[in-house]
C-alpha cells in the first residue's frame, strides 16, 4: 500500500481513532492520547503491519485496543508493586478536572455512566458499532472475538443500557 | 451483517452516541507526529538504535580489554613465586596445613628405635659394635 495514502488514512481518521482510543482507556483523556501517540509509533516503527485483510480502520483499531490494553497491563503492575513496596502510588489515574466536567454535555454524562456499567467488551462493541458505525463483524475483527460472541455482546450491553438510561430518566422525574 | 442488520429501534442510542462522537472529535488533540515524521521514521530509528547498542558492545569489550591484563597481574602477583608452576597433587600442602601442628609434635618425630637404645647411649662404640641390637622382650 502506498505509504502517502497509508499517512493520509491514518489522519483522516485521527478523530475517530482518539474516540476510540478515549472509550479503550475509560475516557482518561490523557492515558488515550499517550496509547494513541504509541499506536501511530507503533505503525510508523513497522512493529505494527497492516496486512490487507481488512479496512484500515478496522486494523488500526485493533492496534489501538491492543495497545491501551497493553499500557493497562503495565499500569496494573506498576500499581501492584508500588502498593506491595511503597504502600502509596506515585502516579493515580488523573480525574477528570472540574472544566472537563463543565464541558461535558448532559447527555454525554448520562450515556458515560450508563456504559460504565456495562462491561468491557459490552462497552466497546456499542461504541464501535454505534459510534463509529461499524458493523458488528468488523467490530468482531477489532476485538479479536467471533462474530458471535461480538453479537451476544451487542444484544446484551444494548439491552442493558437501554434498562439504565431508562433508569436514569425515571430519576430526573 | 451489515448496518441494516440494526434495527430502526436503534435510532435512540445511535443519536445518544452520535452526540457523544460531536462532542469528543472537537476534544480530539491535533495529531502528534504524522505531519512531522514520514513513514520512515522507524528505518532511520532502527539503525540509531543498534548504533547505541553497538556503541555499549565496544565500551564494554574496551573496558574488558583495558581491565584484564591488570587482573592477570594482580593474580600472578598472588603467588609465592612469580611465573612458578603449580606444585603437583602430591606435593601440594593446603595453606591451613600449619593449624594441625600441635606444640610436641616434633618430639613425637624424633623417637628413636627401641633396638638402636643402646648404640644411642654409647655413641663412641667401645665394646660395642655398630652393630644394631636385637629387640628383646623386657621382663
Redesign the interface.
Known sequence: MDRTYFREELERMHAASFGWALWCCGQRREEAEEVLQSAYLKVLDGAATFDGRSSVRTWFFGVIRRTAAEQQRRQWIRRQLFDRWLVSEPDALPEPGPEALACESEIRRNLLRAVAELSTRQQQVLHLVFYQELTIEEASSVMNISLGTARTHFDRGKRRLREILVEQEAHHV | ???D??TND?H???E??????R???A???P?????L???????R??PGKLAVGATCLATVIAAAVWLLPGLRVAHEGSNPVRGQTDASITSWKPATDFLLDTPGRELLEGVPDIGGWHGALNPSGHGESNRPLKKRILP
Do not use: K
Open positions: 451483517m451489515s448496518n442488520d440494526r436503534d435512540d442510542l445511535h445518544y452516541f452520535a452526540a457523544v462522537r462532542e469528543e472529535v476534544l480530539a488533540p495529531i502528534p507526529i504524522l505531519s515524521t514520514a513513514c520512515g521514521h522507524g528505518r530509528q532502527l
